[in-house]
């Protein structure tokens, strides 16, 4: 624990020095600067998904907004049963941006619109999604998951 006397005579000194007070916000814990303002969206507005069951197909969109990007090896898919038995699928992703990333190393990102198709659900089966992405500012978040039930 930081003494109270600590605040006292340093915290004029941090911001006389111009540096970067920052809160969290949400239980995401997205950095939000002293003034309250959002320095990088919440990981739902960076990543807007979206699902379409049409005919035989599951159509599945992200619409990333600019300045963020999704990874393609960090999507996972699992079909899980009436009885909550859960398998993994296999998804063909198309190739992505080439993207030298500081903590992955060499990458392929998405930007701005992605559709993936899948065969549509069984009935009474779900489908489990599991991505990560980044701001461009430096900012990654936790893996998300979402699920699409049929």
Known sequence: MIPKKFFTLFFPLLLASGLSLTAKSDLLQVPVPFNGQPAILPVDQAFIFSEVQQDQVLRLFWQIEPGYYLYRDKFHFEVVGPTGTAS?????IQPGIEKLDEIFGQVQVFEGLLELRLPNL???HTLRIKYQGCADAGYCYPPQVKVVKN
């Open 88 to 92: 993994t699928i296999a998804v063909d």
């Open 122 to 124: 069984a009935v009474d």
